[in-house]
């Protein structure tokens, strides 16, 4: 029996090695395809490939056709539309690929022998530093140094404003780390949990053939287990669209609370 | 979980989370910004703004139906106004017209009954004067009669003719008793 090894499926593996390439500013960096490289570059190529069949203009959709704008409506109505507001068509690409990436991404950490990028602390931190770099910047592009009023609420009185203040900030600046946080423990947990119920579904099923007696009963539990693993399967994949929408909503709120700065913050 | 520092090399793996492993950051956190910007200049250069002109194109061609419709519906509605006019036009003309050839019809009616009703009329009158004459002549023979007769009872009873102008003098002398 395989001994269990529940963090094994995380490990990086070099699959194409490559010289380490230096990066301004970062010094060398070693970009080999890795087993992570690899299904980001099959998550690119499924998007891309996706929406190249998917994106005709056809007045009466086919099928694909209304799933890409199925999507894309969702985004901007519910994302862009709905949290940022009329503003928020210029960042409709930002969300619509951060979500979409993030869910493919998820989504491929399912498959069988798959590999969940979003499960590594390094893709999510990048995505969420992307994201708060992205909400900074555009903060200081629309607003100037009135951008600082995001810490300051108005109409406060100036005691209350000094105690409020470290507050805002301390909030704004644990952003990247909740939402890196965020999409990879909900990722890990949720791969942790379904290998063990699957190292249970033949830990016991083992058991109960070996076994006489009693121990008949694991076979029992190798079915209960099987039975969870199904149930729990069909939860990750709502969790891996979840996920991906809840990141891409919180790009939205903080992307809106810097492009709708002073009206109804 | 097994401690940090020494980040266990793959192959062996148990324990500590591989994650925390930062060997592997630069690369990944390299690759996913690389994707992430190619997906989106594929997404913001290629894909959306063909998605949207699709929408924008389908939302215009259902409100030009739509609109055309309106139109259609809007025409047909005048003409059948229209034709709903002429009609009660035409019904007012037909009633109108039926009134008039009722009430000429009325008045020739009248006109010639009334020229019966003078013409008989005339006849009543020409029929009324010619009995007064006939009764006034007819009355006239009476006298002459009546003096022919006391002519000829005096002569039976006194045996002397009566004379004429005697006769009529009575006679006249009678009526005024």
């Known amino acids: 029996m395989a001994a269990i090894e529940p963090m094994e499926q995380f490990l990086v593996r070099k699959i194409a090695p490559l010289p380490p390439v230096v990066v301004p500013g970062l010094g060398p960096v070693d970009l080999s395809i890795t087993n992570s490289v690899l299904v980001m570059l099959i998550a690119a190529a499924v998007l891309m490939l996706f929406f190249l069949a998917a994106a005709r203009r ?31 068509r210029a960042y409709l690409p930002f969300i619509f690929t951060l979500f979409l990436l993030i869910a493919c991404l998820n989504v491929l950490g399912l498959a069988p022998g ?3 990028v979003t499960a590594q602390l390094a893709v999510t931190s990048a995505l969420a530093v992307m994201t708060f770099l992205t ?11 009135s951008f600082f009023k995001l810490f300051m609420p108005s109409g406060m009185p100036l005691p209350m404003a000094l105690l409020i203040m470290p507050i805002e900030l301390i909030s704004f600046f644990v952003r990247p780390l909740t939402l890196a946080m965020r999409l990879f423990g909900n990722m890990l947990g949720g791969h942790v949990v379904t290998y063990m119920f699957a190292s249970f579904v033949v830990g016991l099923g083992l058991f109960g053939l070996e076994g006489a007696g009693i121990a008949k009963l694991g076979l029992l539990g190798s079915g209960v287990s099987f039975a969870l693993i199904v149930a729990l399967m069909t939860l990750e994949f709502v969790v891996a669209f979840l996920q991906a929408f809840v990141f891409a909503a919180l790009a939205c709120v903080y992307l809106n609370e810097v492009v709708n700065l002073g009206h109804g913050h | 979980m097994a401690g940090l520092p020494p980040a266990p090399p793959p192959a062996g793996g148990s324990g500590g989370l591989p994650q925390f492993d930062v060997s592997n950051w630069p690369g990944q956190m390299v690759w996913i910004l690389i994707i992430f910007a190619v997906l989106y200049a ?4 290629i894909i959306l703004p063909r998605i949207s002109k699709t929408i924008d194109a389908r939302e215009d061609a259902i409100s030009g139906d739509i609109g055309e419709a309106r139109r259609l519906r809007d025409q047909a509605q005048a003409e059948a106004e229209q034709a709903a006019q002429e009609v009660a036009q035409a019904r007012a003309q037909g009633l109108r017209l039926a ?12 006109a010639r009954q009334a020229e019966e009703e003078a013409k008989l009329n005339d006849l009543v ?3 009324e004067a010619r009995i007064a004459e006939a009764r006034s002549e007819a009355m006239a023979h009476v006298r002459t009669i009546a003096q022919d007769a006391a002519g000829a009872m005096v002569e039976r009873l006194t045996g002397v003719a009566a004379s004429g102008p005697e006769l009529t003098r009575a006679l006249t002398a009678h009526d005024a008793a």
């Open chain 1, 135 to 145: 909400v900074i910047i555009v903060g200081f592009v629309l607003n100037g140094l």
């Open chain 1, 58 to 88: 056809q007045v009466v959709p086919g099928r694909m056709q209304a799933a890409a704008e199925m999507i894309y409506g969702m985004v901007d109505n519910v994302l862009t539309g709905g949290i940022i507001g009329d503003k928020g």
């Open chain 1, 114 to 116: 798959g590999f969940s």
């Open chain 2, 125 to 127: 009158l020409a029929a």
């Open chain 2, 42 to 45: 594929f997404m913001a250069w």
């Open chain 2, 99 to 110: 009134a008039q050839a009722q009430a000429e019809a009325k008045a020739k009616a009248a």
